[in-house]
T-cell receptor, first 114, second 110 residues
Framework: GAGVSQSPRYKVAKRGQDVALRCDPISGHVSLFWYQQALGQGPEFLTYFQNEAQLDKSGLPSDRFFAERPEGSVSTLKIQRTQQEDSAVYLC????????????FGPGTRLTVT | GENVEQHPSTLSVQEGDSAVIKCTYSDSASNYFPWYKQELGKGPQLIIDIRSNVGEKKDQRIAVTLNKTAKHFSLHITETQPEDSAVYFCAAKKFNDMRFGAGTRLTVKP
């Protein structure tokens, strides 16, 4: 079956530009997570949705980062006024229900800010 | 908050040998411990997991052990194959908060 998909797979932005990264979770999955993965590191939590509700955004590094999931399925991570330190792979994961343990990851979007 | 330490950072084994990766965690409230395999250009793939009420779990060539008292857990891969070469991440989860180790790059030499 279809897994988690993300687009674009690669994004190059000039410093100061805004970017929008899309995540399509596994159909029917209630929970959705965003992570940031720096080169050579493990993923770090950014934010969590249960359906359309953003229940935890404690990992967002600054107010330039914003995420939404308006209809409880597709989610968008937006980064305003990108900076070089935003360069990373942004991973999306989904989980079947709010009590599920397992998280299934998409392929990620590699963002490079020049 | 939770802190997950993983070692070694790199591991090279001969095909057919076993590989062991170890992780420690700090928060005794963590109750779910997955292992992910990440190949170049791909997202992490869940390969095995264990919950805090279980001490050991095995799936074919892969096994995970958990010592709650010592707060450490390990991944064991037996009869390694070249296609096992990848970066492996451990993680510890409490509620919806999952923290990852820094990863182990496993190379299996044919």
């Amino acid at each position: 079956g279809a897994g988690v998909s993300q687009s674009p797979r690669y994004k190059v932005a000039k410093r100061g530009q805004d970017v929008a990264l899309r995540c399509d979770p596994i159909s029917g999955h209630v929970s959705l997570f965003w992570y940031q993965q720096a080169l050579g590191q493990g993923p770090e939590f950014l934010t969590y949705f249960q359906n359309e509700a953003q229940l935890d955004k404690s990992g967002l590094p600054s107010d330039r980062f914003f995420a939404e999931r308006p209809e409880g399925s597709v989610s968008t991570l937006k980064i305003q006024r990108t900076q070089q330190e935003d360069s990373a792979v942004y991973l999306c994961a989904s989980s079947p229900s709010r009590v599920s343990y397992e998280q299934y990851f998409g392929p990620g979007t590699r963002l490079t800010v020049t | 908050g939770e802190n997950v330490e993983q070692h070694p950072s790199t591991l090279s084994v001969q095909e057919g040998d076993s590989a062991v990766i170890k992780c420690t965690y700090s928060d005794s409230a963590s109750n779910y411990f997955p292992w992910y395999k990440q190949e170049l250009g791909k997202g992490p793939q869940l390969i095995i997991d264990i919950r805090s009420n279980v001490g050991e779990k095995k799936d074919q060539r892969i096994a995970v052990t958990l010592n709650k008292t010592a707060k450490h857990f390990s991944l064991h891969i037996t009869e390694t194959q070249p296609e096992d070469s990848a970066v492996y991440f451990c993680a510890a989860k409490k509620f919806n908060d999952m923290r990852f180790g820094a990863g182990t790059r496993l190379t299996v030499k044919p």
